[in-house]
């Protein structure tokens, strides 16, 4: 079974950062997209970032030059390197997966086949 986990959330101060991560099992990096999205309260899904498998990355504007996506394709590990966070970050963070070739925004999560369990960021 393919198994995502989220660890790193937390809580943090305006402009501070934090680096989350999502270990994977059951499934390659090497051969999917893996995206990170995030979720207010009674809203749907938003797409933060996305790396596709040959490398490409794509953010959505709040976060362009202050959040990064990566992965360790040895430890089946993707992070989200956070910094300058602000009040509007603060939102239940998940990361997520799509086999290659899969069709669709890299940042709509209609487009992802697995999900983790998320991690709380609360910003202050």
């Given at each position: 079974d393919v198994?995502?986990?989220?660890?790193?959330?937390g809580s943090v101060?305006?402009?501070g950062s934090l680096r989350l991560s999502c270990a994977g099992s059951g499934y390659s990096y090497n051969?999917?997209?893996?995206?990170?999205?995030r979720q207010y309260p009674g809203k749907e899904r938003e797409g933060v970032a996305a790396r596709d498998v040959d490398g490409t990355t794509r953010y959505v504007d709040s976060v362009k030059g202050r959040f990064t996506i990566s992965q360790d394709n040895a430890?089946?590990?993707v992070y989200l390197q956070m910094n300058d966070l602000?009040?509007?970050?603060?939102?239940?963070?998940?990361?997520?997966?799509?086999?290659e070739g899969a069709s669709g925004?890299?940042?709509?999560?209609e487009?992802?086949?697995?999900?983790?369990q998320g991690?709380?960021?609360?910003v202050s």
């Open positions: 198994q995502l986990v989220e660890s790193g959330g101060q305006t402009g051969n999917h997209c893996m995206g990170w999205f430890k089946n590990t602000k009040l509007e970050d603060t939102a239940m963070y998940y990361c997520a997966a799509r086999p925004w890299v940042l709509d999560s487009n992802y086949s697995y999900w983790g991690t709380q960021v609360t």
